[in-house]
Every structure is written in C-alpha cells, then in structure tokens.
C-alpha cells in the first residue's frame, strides 16, 4: 500500500509539472522502480525551478520524502537539491532559512 501511495503521489507530480509522458521503468524490482522515477521526478522538478519558483519546488519534493529515513536515496537527493533551490531562490529574496 505504501509503494501504491508513493507512485501515485509521485505520477500526480509529474503529470502536474509536465506534459511530457511518464518515463518508462526498467524491468526489475518495483521498490528500485519506483525509487528512480521519483529520482527522475526530484531531478526534473530542480531542472524546471526558477529563483521564482525555487520555494514551490522545494515544498514539493520535501513532501514526497519528510517522512522517510535519512537514509532513503530520495530523501538525500530532495536534501542535496534544496541546497541548490535555496541558492537559486536567494537570487530573488525566496527561501529563507
């Protein structure tokens, strides 16, 4: 039911931010699936960001990790890419600390 939510979660995301069509999925195992298409989502979503739009993005991607571990591979990239959202967003009086 988790692995449902979070694929749901993130395709909403994606369908939400683009018009382009879901990526497809190497075969193998679903949770390794799921986590790179919430990889690419994370990534695509920085790519977009703009000094205007950096706080959106960064609310967005924390909201599919804040409740994951610190160890969960798309928590540390939503971490590594707000560091780079809030520069961005600095540009414009956007995020604050």
């Given at each position: 039911m988790e692995l449902r939510n979070r694929l749901v979660m993130a395709?909403?995301?994606?369908?939400?931010a683009t018009a382009d069509p879901l990526p497809r999925m190497a075969p193998g195992d679903p949770v390794q699936q799921?986590?790179?298409f919430e990889i690419t989502l994370v990534?695509?979503?920085?790519g977009l960001a703009t000094p205007k739009t950096?706080?959106?993005v960064a609310?967005?991607?924390?909201?599919?990790v804040h409740d994951?571990?610190?160890e969960d591979a798309v928590k540390?990239?939503?971490i590594e890419c707000h560091e780079a959202l809030a520069?961005?967003?600095a540009r414009s009086g956007g995020l604050e600390p």
């Open positions: 395709t909403q995301m994606w369908r939400e799921l986590e790179a990534d695509m979503l920085w950096a706080r959106d609310d967005k991607t924390w909201d599919l994951r571990s610190d540390r990239r939503v520069r961005l967003s």
